[in-house]
């Protein structure tokens, strides 16, 4: 490889060195001083800068032997002025859950990936994955070798289920209504095959939140979103309310009048919620997590459908399941999961989301196949149009067809 | 390159364990905590039944990092957290501490190195975003640089917390939006505005039912073109996603004339208060002006401004619109609002005003 120690010249990208925000440039220069790579996507970088365009092309497929994904393929269309950069592979780590690590496991990596890659990283990908950003096909085998005796392995990408991911979840959360951080590890593990190899229509998501402030946006892009709620009432220590009220907090107008509910009242004393009416929004709880917590009898909703607008539209998941309990080994989600897997993989067409077939079908007849029934918690509001596909009708005795 | 065979090749062994990686006082503490406070902005105190308390101090970072830095980041895990660290869902890197005496040191030397403390509570957070001219084939424009000088606007809001609520800003640099830019307080979305180009080795590396059958409005049928097979673009139907270019390399979309940023807000993904929300265009144009986009970061700002001198505590941006109507919306911060914001896609009439609900 060469090694040249010519500085680029980048005076486009040095104006993004200024400023107090930490920079994504000066983490380039500082690699491009010693790897090539690096050198060569700074230049090429500088290049989009002054064109304002990309200059990467499509990738064709490249992976490690056995899986189909974990590496984006990605090539330069200027190999011959930026020839370290001609192939710039990234790579997909699954992170573990919740993103927790220690030095000595990062500093594995790192050293790893300064000696095979540009040095470069995304911490993180959106998706959840620790991405090492660029380098050649070459460098694959040995990198995967060496990541996978320290114990890590690819993520997904392609059609395949994409690498979980979860929120901080009673790792580090008092609102946390199930055990995130396990949920994830257990269907990581579970579904090794199907996430390492495309089988499936088109990319699949979980992501777990263990409260309704669904901290890892799972409403918004998840195939299925799994976020934590309980069943009984909020807990309140009355005197810890008090002593938000006594510490400058409005309860009437910050707490109850904020409540979409309307189901809590407050008498300078006592905070009283009905709790029948809550609709667990979280407000009240995140407002004052001294003296409220969610109730005890703990699970899941399971929303299902979310996708960004490529191809018909933007979706948010919706609900499938209002409320599961979510202990391992999680069977009833598994059986759930498997039964879903199994609908789209016969009904999906190529390049179709779940959220999409769904649309496609109907969620009535999706529920149908899934032996689901209908619940009013699956809806904003029932139809309001009057097609209705009556499945059934009486015929008069004897009548002619 | 140095040979590996002598180390084995394993497969499917999936990630590491999590608790392994769990500081002694969260592997102790595991699902018992009680309550947390924000003791100030970027530092966490997490409080246990036990009595326990873990403190976490939260540190800006441009996502894009090298393994210098990291290597920086797990010394500082070592000097102050007994080695234990995590990221956020934002791309922060969190440092967790079981003694408080440490904090202010440890806040001492992430500043010393360059990176901020802070993106806590009603606060601007990191903004997740995606690849751009970094590492993808199909943006719209680049992604680490408009963050860069956004976040360098809005760097004070990083480090305080005096906004009405939390607000979150997100980018995404095509319509793929790989991030969940889609429900984001203010959402920063690469557009391309020209239809794709259709170069004349189509033919040659494209299969031409695949390419066609890739349009979602069916803008793209098969042609023929001084007797080469190739195809044509329906240029009213074609609504600019890419998608066409992801499965045929021949039809570029990337075009530096047209291609730039819209801007959306008033979305969210939390159910706090009001239910989720997808963000609604504000701005459908702003130009690719780079190295430091000073229209959208001017942009971004006065939404910003608008929205935290005029919304009452807790209201999100979609919440505080909600409130005050968009017309008032469009008036206080003087975007102008057009056609384009009308939406003429699938379902568009659910979008359309049938009251006589809207201030004048
Ligand atoms: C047809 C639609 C889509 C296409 C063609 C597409 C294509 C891509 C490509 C090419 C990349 C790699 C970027 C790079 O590193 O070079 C990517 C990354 C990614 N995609 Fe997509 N994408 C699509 C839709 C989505 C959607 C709907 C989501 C999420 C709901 C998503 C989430 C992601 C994430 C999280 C990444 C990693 C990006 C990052 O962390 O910067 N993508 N996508
Ligand atoms: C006071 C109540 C809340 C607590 C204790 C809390 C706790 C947390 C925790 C522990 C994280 C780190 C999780 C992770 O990155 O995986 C986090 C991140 C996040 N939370 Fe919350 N959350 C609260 C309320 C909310 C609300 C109401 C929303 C949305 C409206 C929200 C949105 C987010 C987002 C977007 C992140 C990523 C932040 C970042 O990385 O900088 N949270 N929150
Ligand atoms: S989603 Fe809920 S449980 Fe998970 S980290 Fe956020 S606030 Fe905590
Ligand atoms: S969680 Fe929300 S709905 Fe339930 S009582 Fe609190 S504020 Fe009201
Ligand atoms: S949003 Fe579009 S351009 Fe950006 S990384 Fe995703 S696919 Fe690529
Ligand atoms: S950009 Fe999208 S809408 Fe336009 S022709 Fe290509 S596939 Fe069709």
Redesign the pocket.
């Known amino acids: 490889m060469a090694n040249e120690t010519k500085k680029t010249s980048t005076p486009l990208l040095d104006e993004l060195e200024k400023g107090k925000w930490p920079s994504f440039v000066k983490e380039i220069k500082k690699m491009a001083d010693k790897n090539p790579r690096a050198k060569d996507l700074l230049g090429q970088l500088e290049q989009s800068y002054k064109d304002k365009v990309t200059h990467w092309k499509h990738g064709g497929l490249v992976g490690v032997r056995g899986y189909g994904g974990g590496v984006i393929g990605r090539y330069s269309d200027s190999p011959d002025k930026f020839p370290n950069v001609a192939h710039f592979h990234t790579i997909r780590i699954n992170q573990p859950s919740g993103w927790f690590y220690t030095s000595k496991a990062l500093r594995e990596i790192c050293d790893v990936w300064e000696q095979h890659g540009s040095g470069l990283t995304n911490m993180h990908g959106s998706t959840g994955d620790l991405v090492l950003l660029g380098t050649s096909t070459d460098n694959l085998e040995p990198i995967f070798t060496k990541l996978t005796n320290k114990g890590w392995d690819l993520g997904g990408s392609g059609s395949v289920l994409r690498t979980p991911s979860c929120c901080a979840g009673p790792a580090r959360c008092e609102f946390a209504c199930y055990d995130t951080l396990n949920l994830t590890y257990d269907l990581t593990q579970a579904y090794q095959d199907v996430l390492h190899r495309p089988q499936f229509p088109y990319k699949w998501k979980f992501k777990m939140s263990g409260c309704p402030n669904d901290c890892v946006a799972s409403v918004a892009r998840a195939d299925m979103s799994i976020i934590g709620i309980w069943k009984d009432d909020i807990q309140v220590d009355q005197e810890a309310v008090r002593a938000y009220a006594k510490s400058g907090v409005d309860v009437q107008s910050e707490i109850c009048d904020l409540c979409p509910t309307k189901c809590m009242s407050w008498d300078g004393k006592d905070l009283k919620i009905v709790n029948k009416w809550c609709n667990k929004c979280m407000h009240c709880i995140n407002a004052m997590p001294k003296a409220l917590r969610p109730g005890k009898e703990r699970g899941a909703a399971i929303l299902i459908g979310a996708k960004a607008p490529i191809l018909q539209g933007a979706q948010m998941s919706s609900v499938l399941v209002p409320f599961m309990k979510m202990e391992p080994p999680y069977k009833e989600l598994k059986d759930l999961v498997e039964k879903i897997w199994d609908f789209w993989g016969e009904y999906g067409k190529n390049r179709e989301r779940i959220g999409e077939l769904i649309q496609r079908v109907g969620m009535g007849q999706f529920l149908e196949a899934l032996e689901i029934e209908p619940k009013p918690q699956m809806v904003a509001n029932p139809r309001t149009n009057p097609f209705i596909f009556y499945e059934e009708y009486f015929e008069e005795e004897g009548e002619q067809k | 390159m140095e040979s590996v065979q002598a180390e084995q090749r394993r497969t499917d062994i999936g990630p590491p364990k999590y608790d392994q990686f769990l500081h002694p006082v969260i592997k102790k503490n595991y699902g018992k905590w009680k309550y947390h406070e924000i003791v100030k902005p970027g530092v966490l105190v997490h409080v246990s039944d036990t009595g326990d308390k873990i403190y976490t101090v939260r540190m800006g970072s441009p996502r894009l990092i090298n393994v210098d830095t990291i290597r920086m980041v797990c010394d500082l895990a070592d000097k102050y957290c007994e080695g234990y660290l995590r990221f956020t869902s934002r791309h922060n890197v969190e440092f967790l501490l079981a003694d408080q005496s440490k904090i202010d040191p440890l806040i001492n030397e992430i500043e010393a190195n360059g990176y901020p403390v802070g993106g806590t509570g009603k606060s601007i957070t990191n903004i997740v975003h995606t690849q751009g001219w970094v590492h993808c084939h199909t943006p719209a424009t680049d992604a680490s640089g408009i963050v860069k000088a956004v976040m360098d606007e809005l760097y004070d809001y990083f480090k305080t917390m005096k906004l009405p609520a939390k607000l979150r800003i997100a980018l995404a640099c095509c319509l793929n939006m790989c991030g969940a830019v889609h429900c984001s307080d203010i959402a920063i979305l690469g557009v391309h505005r020209r ?2 180009k259709i170069l004349p080795n189509l033919n040659k590396i494209c299969e031409i039912p695949t390419t066609v059958a ?4 069916g ?2 049928a098969p042609a023929v073109v001084d007797g080469v097979q190739t195809v044509e ?1 329906n240029e009213e ?9 992801t499965m045929c390399p021949a ?1 570029p ?1 990337a075009n530096s004339l047209n291609d730039g940023v819209s801007i959306w807000v008033g979305g969210k993904v939390s159910n706090a208060r009001h239910a989720p929300m997808f963000s609604k265009l504000a701005i459908p144009y702003l130009p690719n002006n780079p190295p430091r986009w000073p229209e959208v970061v001017n942009a971004v700002k006065n939404i910003v401004e608008v929205y935290a001198k005029d919304a009452k505590k807790y209201e999100r941006v979609g919440e505080w619109i909600e409130r005050i109507g968009w017309p008032r919306f469009f008036s206080m911060t003087g975007i102008e609002f057009t056609k384009y914001h009308i939406d003429d896609y699938r379902f568009a009439a659910t979008t359309f005003n049938t009251s006589t609900h809207f201030t004048l």
């Open positions: 239809p794709p890739a349009c979602p409005t803008a793209i673009v139907k074609c609504m600019f996603c890419g998608n066409c270019y039809m979309l």
